[in-house]
């Protein structure tokens, strides 16, 4: 491939194009020989959108380049969450720059809204590349004037872009496969998921089942029986893997069964110095989700502000289309949130083995008990291959 020999730039300006940059915001109202001034406001923020768009593809495509290979080095587990915690802060950005938009009256809007012809939001590629990126599922979608939302898009590359960030993993799955390898959940001195169901059984036991039994007032016990029973059945969706997949069917879980328990098991053993990090990097997840539905709430709110109920200038409902996506539906880490569900008090949570425990500790000594293991005749040679993985975090 040959090289770009073209000069390097001189100075801020060519550096960052600024000459091309700053002439693409045309006013259509002005072409049409009556500029309206809150126009070029509209533009320059949507503009803005795009290029925080941009931003934000460039660092999850990063962070599933990361998570794709075999054996994940734990060392770069710093990076991802260093480059999720900046998708974060841009969606904390972009959601406040409604703010600024929002500045603009309903009048001023209408003013130009006729030369957006069929110019739409909905039309944003780069957007929709981020829902697929993330893991939006294409079943779960809302039809966009009752046909599939890649209709838009008429253009080889745009479609092109769109089926690629459909067949390529999302972060929803390689985060998936990597839950799924979270230390503890096969290790022969820790069944982690076997102690959790007997915690919690002892736990509705002693809190809600021997207190129905010592009851006297019939209301009460009639109150502590159902709330025995509708806590056992909420953990029993969990607990029965073909419970648990069947929600999993129906689209209402979103994680498989095993990368389910390693969530939860991260989640109740945070405070071990190997799980730090992984469980930062869960909550990054949830807050980019929050966000995620933030930003598409204070969009709908914009929308009904400037333009009440009329029809979207792409054809769409309008108001009532965008209102339809803020919901469950389009939350890629659903799992996550429901975790708190299924936790348990802290006196409660199973105790970790002392093998256990040192796997957890720290790297370098995880890889001293990872001998010491590997050297004991109570351990057999497919768990001292699996404590050697571990070593690896390949989580």
């Given amino acids: 491939m040959d090289e770009d020999k073209s000069p390097a730039p001189k100075n801020y300006q060519e550096y960052l194009m600024l000459q091309n940059l700053l002439k693409c915001q045309v006013l259509q109202s002005e072409k049409a020989g009556k500029p309206v001034h809150d126009e070029h406001l509209f533009i ?17 495509d990063s962070v599933r380049e990361i998570f794709v290979v075999p054996t994940m080095d734990e060392s770069r587990m710093l990076n991802i969450i260093n480059r999720l915690q900046r998708v974060s802060l841009i969606l904390k950005l972009l959601v406040d720059q409604f703010i600024i938009l929002e500045t603009m009256t309903p009048l001023d809007f209408l003013e130009f809204r006729q030369h957006l012809a069929t110019a739409s939001g909905f039309q944003s ?106 806590q056992k059945d909420s953990f029993d969706t969990i607990l029965d893997p073909i419970k648990y997949n069947t929600f999993v069917e129906r689209g209402e879980r979103r994680l498989s069964h095993k990368a389910f328990q390693g969530a939860l098991l991260i989640s109740l053993y945070r405070d071990e110095p190997r799980f730090h990090q992984p469980y930062q990097l869960l909550t990054l997840l949830m807050d980019i989700d929050s966000l995620m539905t933030k930003w598409r709430y204070n969009h709908v709110m914009m929308v009904q502000r400037m333009i009440g109920s009329k029809v979207g200038t792409g054809g769409s409902s309008g108001y009532h289309y965008l209102r339809s996506t803020v ?69």
Wanted: aromatic fraction near 12%.
């Fill in 327 to 395: 919901s469950d539906r389009y939350k890629v880490f659903l799992d996550l949130f429901n975790l708190s569900t299924y936790v348990i008090p802290r006196e409660y949570i199973p105790p970790l083995t002392m093998s256990m425990k040192r796997t957890l500790s720290t790297l370098s000594t995880e890889v001293e008990s990872g001998i010491e293991d590997q050297s004991s005749s109570l351990e057999s040679s497919d768990q001292s291959n699996e404590d050697t993985s571990q070593v690896m975090f390949t989580m």
């Fill in 44 to 60: 320059i923020t949507h503009q803005a959108y795009e290029l925080w768009f941009k931003q934000m593809l460039f660092e999850i």
């Fill in 125 to 230: 590629l780069q957007f929709r590349l981020l829902e697929n990126k993330l893991g939006v599922k294409q079943e779960n979608r809302i039809k966009y004037n009752q046909q599939h939302y890649m209709k838009v898009f008429n253009d080889e590359e745009s479609i092109k872009m769109l089926m690629d960030s459909v067949e390529q993993p999302s972060l929803l799955a390689v985060v998936e496969r990597w839950l799924e390898r979270t230390p503890g959940l096969q290790r022969h001195d820790f069944r982690f998921w076997r102690a959790f169901e007997t915690s919690v059984s002892r736990w509705l036991d002693e809190t809600i089942y021997q207190p129905y039994i010592e009851e006297t007032d019939p209301k009460m016990k009639e109150t502590l029986m159902a709330e025995y029973q509708k």
